[in-house]
């Protein structure tokens, strides 16, 4: 079982940039798409992102789409998600995840990932 812990999270101004970074251990990483998602105060986890096993064909949900990027460096067991130009409604926790299916490209919905990290949060000011 893979075991994600995220780190890079902080306080930051709008405008500014945050890289966050999730760490995996044991199980299985490379063969794995993995996801990035989002939950505000009182809102719902939501889609930010996701990679390929391969570390191609990356999604970014619209809202953060010429903004963000995903990247990840399987040496490393790692993925990061890069935040530029930071807005106040990116003010969340942000969890990373790995795929259910290997080989994948990933997908959009919390179901198809799992393995689930303990999330970091990011909080933009204006």
């Known amino acids: 079982q893979v075991q994600l812990v995220e780190s890079g999270g902080g306080l930051v101004q709008a405008g500014g940039s945050l890289r966050l970074s999730c760490a995996a251990s044991?199980?299985?990483?490379?063969?794995?798409?993995m996801g990035w998602f989002r939950q505000a105060p009182g809102k719902e986890r939501e889609f930010v992102s996701r990679?390929?096993?391969?570390?191609?064909?990356?999604y970014y949900a619209d809202s953060v789409k010429g903004r963000f990027t995903i990247s990840r460096d399987n040496a490393k067991r790692t993925v990061y998600l890069q935040m530029n130009s930071l807005k106040p409604e990116d003010t969340a926790i942000y969890y990373c995840?790995?795929?259910?299916?290997?080989?994948?490209?990933?997908?959009?919905?919390?179901?198809?990932?799992?393995?689930w990290g303990q999330g970091t949060q990011v909080t933009v000011s204006s």
């Open positions: 044991g199980g299985t990483f490379s063969s794995y798409a």
């Open positions: 995840a790995r795929s259910r299916t290997r080989f994948s490209d990933g997908g959009r919905y919390s179901a198809d990932f799992i393995s």
């Open positions: 990679i390929s096993w391969t570390g191609g064909s990356p």
